[in-house]
């Protein structure tokens, strides 16, 4: 087991697997910080191994010493930190595919954020979804699947990837030794970005993120809070997690839908514009959100 609220998913994939149903393209979708990326390696390593038990690799074989030492001949990751996965990338997964294994068994190709190809590599990939080899696998995530074409998305087994009880990720969360962070229950489906907070020390400078989004309809100087989410896009997003929970609570409390809804809108606005617009002026952009949200808070 990868994870604790992963069981039911690597149990549903054991027993098509083991019953002959296990699809050629299977297609996973989740959140950040859910553990699909860790699901996928594990599956495709699983695929190569030589004594797999219900999907599990077991660790030791030839195959298994390779995907280790992230050699394996059989096995190929396409990934990009960039905007797109272009034509190119997808067409070498075609020719590999099309090559001998050199295990004389499986071969597995990955493909992550697949809702980043561009037109062109996806009707690539398609010609491969259509047109699968014995003993062949795709396995793609995503967290965007309304970015994905129709064709793609019918021709794979779908999978979705969550935490289908909260407990049990508050529970892995509590074997960090996390600090009782009052925002800790609003990532209980993306568990893995506070083990990663944790790791890269981040996590007072979200809990800062946190007091700026419920003290935002007092008086601030934000140039703390512009100089802490100008460093990192993710930053952004979790401020305005944090605000929209408390525009929640806000509605609830009493304020009105209209100003409610105008609230939301004025919150898009600022992450679209603070994630996709080139030299923003982002001080002028919090200032701006943030009369917004005053007026509709009165």
Not at 16 to 41: D, I, P, Y
Not at 270 to 296: D, M
Request: hydrophobic fraction near 40%.
């Amino acid at each position: 087991m990868i994870y604790p609220w992963l069981s039911n998913v690597e149990q549903q994939l054991a027993a098509s697997f083991n019953a002959g149903r296990f699809h050629h393209g299977q297609l996973f979708n989740g959140q950040q910080g859910v553990g699909k990326r860790a699901l996928v390696e594990q599956l495709a390593n699983a695929l190569l191994c030589l004594s797999a038990t219900n999907l599990v690799p077991c660790g030791h074989c030839k195959s298994c010493h390779l995907n280790q030492a992230v050699t394996h001949p059989d096995k190929y990751v396409v990934q990009t930190d960039g905007q797109s996965i272009g034509v190119d990338d997808i067409r070498s997964v075609s020719d590999f595919m099309h090559q001998s294994a050199a295990q004389n068994a499986n071969k597995v190709v990955v493909i992550n954020d697949c809702h980043k190809m561009t037109t062109a590599a996806a009707n690539a990939l398609l010609k491969t979804l259509e047109e699968p080899s014995p003993q062949r696998f795709l396995l793609l995530t995503t967290s965007a699947t309304t970015q994905l074409p129709a064709t793609i998305l019918s021709r794979c087994a779908f999978t979705q990837v969550k935490v289908n009880d909260d407990n049990v990720a508050m529970n892995w969360i509590a074997q960090l030794h996390v600090p009782a962070y009052p925002w800790l229950k609003m990532f209980t489906q993306q568990p893995l970005l506070v083990a990663r907070w944790q790791q890269d020390e981040q996590l007072e400078v979200i809990d800062q993120l946190y007091k700026f989004a419920t003290e935002l309809k007092q008086g601030h100087n934000f140039s703390v809070l512009v100089d802490i989410i100008s460093k990192d896009i993710e930053r952004v997003r979790v401020f305005c997690l944090f605000l929209s929970e408390q525009l929640k609570q806000q509605l609830i409390a009493g304020m009105d839908f209209d100003s409610y809804q105008s609230a939301q809108n004025a919150l898009a606005e600022f992450v679209q514009n603070s994630t996709q617009i080139l030299g923003l002026n982002l001080p002028l952009a919090v200032s701006r959100l943030a009369y917004r949200l005053r007026k509709s808070y009165k």
